[in-house]
């Protein structure tokens, strides 16, 4: 199921997007690179675009990194 932030398996595809960032913020990346083959790489132009996909990794991690630590917190007061 595609969120607002991931795209689907067919955008993905049709978009050449590897198998390493099909993550949780796909569906940022996918109008990112659009833009950077549309200005030749000019990092300038797709500032905005790139600062969305950029904080939606950041929240990504953040969430990841708080599940993980709930994880342990769990298995180290789990009666063994």
Same mark, same amino acid.
Request: hydrophobic letters at 30%.
């Given at each position: =199921?595609?969120? !607002?932030?991931?795209? !689907? &398996?067919?955008?993905?595809?049709?978009?050449?997007? /590897?198998?390493? #960032?099909?993550? &949780? *913020?796909?569906?940022?990346?996918? /109008?990112?690179?659009? *833009?950077? @083959?549309?200005?030749?790489?000019?990092?300038?132009? *797709?500032?905005? +675009?790139? @600062?969305?996909?950029?904080? *939606? &990794? #950041?929240?990504?991690?953040? %969430?990841? =990194?708080? +599940?993980?630590?709930?994880?342990? %917190? +769990?298995?180290?007061?789990?009666?063994?």
């Amino acid at each position: =199921m595609a969120t !607002s932030t991931t795209a !689907s &398996q067919e955008e993905m595809k049709k978009a050449l997007l /590897p198998l390493g #960032y099909r993550d &949780q *913020c796909s569906a940022l990346l996918i /109008p990112l690179n659009k *833009c950077r @083959h549309k200005t030749n790489f000019m990092q300038w132009e *797709c500032e905005h +675009e790139r @600062h969305e996909y950029e904080k *939606c &990794q #950041y929240e990504d991690l953040m %969430r990841r =990194m708080k +599940e993980l630590s709930k994880l342990k %917190r +769990e298995a180290a007061q789990a009666p063994e």
